[in-house]
């Protein structure tokens, strides 16, 4: 039950009403305690998979969209036409594997720093996070 409190609280401080299939939602997007890789149509899949009851594409989309909007959720562009989303939130590295369309954490003991040496006027790094493309052999 105090899951469920926090995915009301997730939903509502991010402008959602909660509904059982919002609430459906965060259960495979926070119930877990590992990272979370998944596409808009990932989600769709797994939601159907393990819901007797449909939810929307236009539903998932929205609540997805919303929890990035608010922070809980990060968003990885892995090309112009296909961005994956994290449940893990910090700054981190990943590997997309072209042949599985799988995007890995890669752990920060795993990559030296990363050193920038241009300087832009007025900005400053937010943060960097690099993306591994990899392909078989």
Not at 26 to 46: A, P, R, V, W, Y
Not at 57 to 79: M, S
Not at 109 to 121: A, D, F, L, Y
Request: glycine share 4%; aromatic share 8%; hydrophobic share 35%.
């Amino acid at each position: 039950m105090s899951n469920n409190l926090n995915f009301v609280a997730k939903l509502r401080n991010s402008g959602l009403r909660p509904t059982k299939q919002r609430i459906k939602i965060c259960e495979i997007l926070f119930g877990s305690k590992e990272t979370f890789h998944f596409s808009i149509n990932d989600l769709s899949k797994i939601i159907a998979q393990k819901n007797s009851e449909k939810i929307s594409l236009a539903t998932i989309y929205n609540t997805v969209h919303a929890f990035l909007g608010k922070g809980y959720l990060k968003q990885i562009a892995v090309n112009s036409e296909q961005s994956y989303y994290d449940t893990n939130t910090t700054d981190h590295h990943h590997f997309y594997d072209i042949d599985k369309d799988k995007l890995i954490d890669i752990h920060d003991s795993e990559v030296e720093p990363v050193k920038i040496n241009r300087k832009i006027p007025g900005k400053r790094i937010k943060s960097i996070e690099v993306l591994v493309k990899l392909q078989n052999t």
